[in-house]
């Protein structure tokens, strides 16, 4: 009986997977990036920082802080949120439609700073809560939750046989036995992780958007504020929300090398026969959502630092030039074929991480010369973190080139049988 049902599990495993995997990369990708969501938001807001950091400097200016307190008091209403970090700077920052402006006085000069409209870090919280489709959206994210609970118990039963090949890397073996193992790995060395940060998200979830005749947890309850911790990171300090962004980084590994292994293992069947329109979307997906998704992310930085501050919508400009990137690598992604598109994305992506420092530096104070002297990590971990991002991803664009051949439908070969299973 057990024997029947595993052919049945692996299907499960792969096409449940398959057809809820770009959007579960997009929540884990930017659920990970939503770790540093404050961070990211400081970073994008450097007029805002230079100004704070000023503050800091002149600790004389105590004086403001009774009429800083009265400020705080006097403004808000359910479209205002009355930003008080950094309470001896005169400063109001609104909150609209998830973007951040607002204004401030320079403690040297005492003139009115404008510091520019952007959604910050909150665009990609909003992206992970809901793909930035609201109520729709927030149930294709809770279905795909629900599909990944299913693939990883799937997952384990398939390979319950072979447990030991879970924790083995055979990276001089097929293309299809690599990335198998990367798999692997990623699922089982961060398995609790997994199945915390799924199971949290589907009670927030539960508890937001089902009525309360169905729900498990409370609102206000105890259990649904420890499921907010846990999820959100909400305790342990820096070092855990690190830990975070690393398990979260792996999840998104896994998620991407299920994907890529659906396309390797049925490479060999097309290679003398026409490839058919499934098959050659699946591949530009793949594509647009593994390379091109970062690609995208590094074009909202990127825009956040060109666009002018004035410029009216600001942040719906941002929002813009992402969705632009992303729909361009799409394009880009069915025109070029195999390890030419990942090739080609990859690059893309790593030079615009790896350049974000430089155009920092070249267009605001808040560089990592003066950011990591004045102790601002918050703000010199965005541009390290992008500079290692460039780094790894530029090296990943050179390893699809150099063994492109795995990912490629144009090498001769020879192949009878579409594959069935994952």
């Known amino acids: 009986m057990k024997d029947t049902l595993l052919p049945a599990m692996n299907w499960l495993h792969t096409y449940s997977g398959l057809l809820f995997g770009w959007a579960l990369f997009a929540v884990f990708f930017t659920g990970t990036l939503t770790v540093f969501d404050n961070e990211m938001t400081d970073w994008m ?42 309470p001896l700077t005169l400063m109001v920052k609104l909150q609209k439609n998830r973007g951040f402006s607002g204004q401030t006085t320079d403690p040297e000069t005492g003139e009115l700073i404008i510091f520019r409209d ?19 959206g927030a149930w294709i994210v809770a279905t795909a939750g629900m599909v990944m609970l299913v693939s990883l118990t799937t997952g384990l039963s398939v390979h319950r046989r072979s447990f030991r090949d879970l924790l083995v890397f055979r990276p001089q073996f097929f293309p299809h036995r690599t990335w198998l193992d990367a798999h692997n790995l990623t ?16 009670l927030i979830f539960w508890s937001i958007y089902v009525s309360a005749e169905f729900q498990f947890l409370s609102a206000d309850s105890l259990a649904l504020s420890l499921v907010s911790t846990l ?76 666009l002018p501050v004035t410029l009216p919508g600001r942040s719906h400009w941002e929002e813009g030039c992402f969705f632009l ?39 605001t104070g808040s560089h990592l010369l003066r950011t990591v002297p004045n102790g601002s990590w918050g703000m010199a971990a965005v541009d390290l973190t992008a500079a290692a991002a460039g780094v790894f991803l530029c090296w990943a664009g050179r390893r699809i080139s150099r063994a492109g051949a795995g990912m490629s439908t144009n090498r001769p070969g020879s192949g009878t049988e579409v594959p069935q299973g994952g």
């Open 118 to 136: 952007t959604q910050g870090g909150d665009f990609f919280y909003h992206f992970h809560h809901g793909l930035l489709l609201g109520f729709p």
């Open 325 to 363: 990137a992303w729909g361009l690598c799409f394009i880009h992604s069915l025109l070029r074929r195999g390890p030419f598109a990942w090739k080609d994305q990859l690059y893309v992506a790593g030079l615009l991480f790896g350049f974000l420092p430089l155009l920092n530096g070249l267009t």
């Open 187 to 202: 699922g089982l060395l961060v398995l609790p992780f997994h199945l915390m940060i799924t199971v949290t998200g589907l």
């Open 45 to 86: 807001q450097p007029e805002l920082q230079e100004a704070t950091a000023k503050e800091r400097e002149r600790s004389a200016l105590d004086e403001i802080a009774p009429a800083s307190t009265l400020l705080v008091r006097q403004v808000g209403n359910e479209n205002t949120d009355v930003f008080s970090k950094h």
């Open 231 to 306: 999820h959100f990171v909400q305790f342990g300090g820096v070092s855990l929300r690190w830990l975070y962004f690393f398990m979260g980084l792996v999840a998104s590994i896994m998620i991407a090398t299920g994907l890529v292994m659906w396309v390797i293992k049925r490479r060999k069947y097309y290679l003398q026969r026409p490839v058919p329109l499934s098959y050659r979307l699946v591949e530009s997906l793949n594509v647009t959502t593994l390379a091109g998704l970062p690609v995208a992310t590094a074009a909202f930085l990127w825009a956040n630092r060109l």
